[in-house]
């Protein structure tokens, strides 16, 4: 159980155009989702925090209107790259808490974007 | 929050019991102390977490001495296919695990 699936795994595409990654809880009820950015050889970092019905939270340092995340229901949420540029090429990994009760994060296996 | 520190890499050879420390100073009495492991190109995979004491799965061990300021994890008879990064994560376990932080990870490399 507790099986977050994430799509795409790898995406393309060229500087300006926009990309949207989802994330979807498919076994349980996330009412927390969190996306993070991974660089190369680096550790995760944590974007922002989602939840269901509400507005996201951002970390210091990210911009909001560059990647906007929506959490429209329990099983889905979404980050789009808008105007995506070469320099917000990395890997993008997003988890979901259950959040009941006992509940260790579980985590999608991540989007590889590639900005051209 | 409890910032976490772990070696920056290990090696081992298939076989071996690999024992990781992860130290966590400034531990909160509602924190507990959860472990990952990623793999390249992959999200991280819970592996085991845990409170005080002892917890043991089918796949790790986890030691907690009783001041809770640092942790081990224990991967016993590891193979080349243990290798990866692996995360020390120390936060409440509620839903405001939102800022559970990752800290360098311990990069473990396996050999023959």
């Given at each position: 159980g507790a099986v977050v699936s994430q799509h795409p795994s790898r995406v393309i595409c060229k500087s300006g155009t926009s990309v949207k990654i989802e994330c979807r809880s498919l076994d349980f009820q996330a009412t927390t989702m969190f996306w993070y950015r991974q660089f190369p050889k680096q550790s995760l970092m944590l974007m922002a925090t989602s939840n269901e019905g509400s507005k996201?939270?951002?970390?210091?340092?990210?911009?909001?209107?560059?990647?906007?995340?929506?959490?429209?229901?329990?099983?889905?949420s979404t980050l789009t790259v808008t105007s995506a540029h070469p320099e917000d090429s990395s890997f993008y990994i997003c988890s979901a808490l259950a959040g009941q009760g006992y509940s260790p994060l579980h985590f999608g296996n991540g989007t590889r974007l590639t900005v051209t | 929050l409890?910032?976490?520190?772990?070696?920056?890499?290990?090696?081992?050879?298939?076989?071996?019991?690999?024992?990781?420390?992860?130290?966590?100073?400034?531990i909160a009495t509602n924190d507990y102390i959860t472990w990952y492991q990623q793999f390249p190109s992959q999200g991280p995979r819970f592996i085991i977490q845990g409170y005080k004491t002892k917890v043991t799965n089918e796949v790790a061990s986890l030691f907690i001495p009783a001041d809770r300021k640092s942790s081990?994890?224990?991967?016993?008879?590891?193979?080349?296919?243990?290798?990866?990064?692996?995360?020390?994560?120390?936060?409440?376990?509620?839903?405001?695990?939102?800022?559970?932080?990752f800290g360098t990870g311990t990069r473990l490399q396996v050999t023959l």
């Open positions: 996201a939270t951002y970390e210091q340092g990210v911009e909001k209107d560059k990647f906007l995340i929506n959490h429209a229901s329990l099983t889905l | 409890a910032k976490t520190t772990q070696p920056i890499s290990m090696d081992s050879y298939e076989g071996q019991e690999v024992n990781i420390t992860c130290s966590h100073n400034n081990t994890l224990s991967l016993p008879r590891v193979s080349l296919s243990d290798t990866a990064v692996y995360y020390c994560l120390v936060g409440p376990n509620t839903g405001t695990a939102s800022k559970l932080t």
